[in-house]
């Protein structure tokens, strides 16, 4: 699993160019992610299981192959949700995030 959580709109949901995001790879198994010592403030983070680990979502006739996800869970339509959607606002050390996994192939 392929993890990036960042605070820029611009850079997300790929966080390529964005030297603040925190990015991370996980097992599938492992059930949770801990961030500490980010500063209170407003953040996004999308998933993906990275299947074949080529660090990117690969997609065929632009679906996804692989499964992802994004805080907040915004309804995905037609490409991946826009910051606003998976924005959420860290306030204190205890926030947490679900995120549900999709597989739409």
């Known amino acids: 699993m392929r993890v990036c959580l960042t605070a820029d709109p ?9 030297a603040q995001a925190v990015t991370r790879s996980i097992p599938a198994t492992a059930a949770s992610l801990r ?6 403030g407003d953040y996004a ?8 680990n080529n ?24 490409g991946p949700p826009r910051f606003a959607a998976a924005r959420f606002t860290l306030t204190s050390d205890a926030d947490r995030q679900q995120i549900k996994m ?4």
């Open 10 to 18: 611009t850079n997300f949901p790929a966080c390529i160019d964005d």
């Open 35 to 40: 961030f500490d010592g980010l500063a209170r």
């Open 45 to 52: 983070v999308a998933v993906i299981h990275d299947e074949n």
């Open 55 to 78: 660090r990117k979502l690969d997609t065929f006739a632009g679906i996804p192959r692989e499964g992802f996800g994004f805080s907040r869970n915004p309804a995905v339509t037609f």
């Open 102 to 105: 999709r597989y739409l192939l």
